[in-house]
């Protein structure tokens, strides 16, 4: 190390024990403070994601995986990759309906079936952990069960919501899930479906992920 460069450093480590940083404690009161009627957030939310394309429709526990299964059919859709370890995964293999698209199961390491994934998949469907209505957000927490790839390769992304799980601010997701004793390895927000513009701001859906987006809201 040069005697210039060992020089600058010494000053500035003296600078910083001579003037030591004051810690203010975080102010969340505006955070906090931020809520909407409960009646209000579930329209909040989509209203804020359909102006961005979203779309959504209405299921029941009952018969959330016939509403997919129609939503698909009326979309095209041949193929459906699903996470059979998770909960809706099990709902899914149990209620699927002869004559729906092929269920094709995520349980294996990508780089096995990577080729099918990205040119044999018409659809994913996802969990999510609830929705944000001051941002009109869909949150996502993949998982080695349901990986992120689910819900950004194939063209259509189905997200399955259930209507109770809302909440007013990502503050709000944070701390009542308690995220700062156990992050997630990647939290996904999503909005809506790809969308990216040229140097002409020309929009176009779907370039460098799904074309549509679709929120069945699980009352």
Do not use: C
């Amino acid at each position: 190390m040069s005697d210039a460069r060992s020089s600058i450093l010494a000053s500035l480590r003296a600078s910083r024990d001579a003037h030591p940083v004051e810690t203010v404690a975080s102010d969340f009161t505006v955070l906090r403070e931020k809520r909407w009627a409960p009646a209000e957030r579930l329209e909040r939310v989509k209203r804020m994601m359909e102006a961005v394309h979203t779309e959504f429709v209405d299921a029941t526990e009952q018969d959330w995986p016939a509403v997919v299964q129609a939503v698909l059919k009326d979309a095209g859709a041949k193929t459906l990759l699903y996470a059979p370890a998770t909960e809706a995964g099990a709902r899914i293999e149990s209620a699927w309906a002869e004559g729906g698209p092929e269920l094709v199961r995520y349980d294996r390491p990508v780089d096995e079936f990577k080729e099918e994934m990205f040119t044999g998949v018409d659809a994913g469907i996802t969990q999510t952990l609830g929705a944000i209505a001051d941002t009109g957000s869909l949150v996502l927490w993949p998982s080695a069960d349901e990986p992120r790839l689910l819900s950004l390769v194939p063209h259509i992304h189905i997200a399955l919501l259930k209507a109770d799980a809302l909440y007013d601010t990502f503050w709000q997701v944070v701390t009542e899930n308690r995220w700062a004793q156990g992050m997630p390895t990647n939290a996904l927000l999503i909005s809506g479906p790809s969308k990216t513009a040229d140097i002409e701001q020309t929009l176009a859906y779907g370039v460098h992920g799904p074309k549509r987006l679709i929120v069945v809201v699980v009352r």
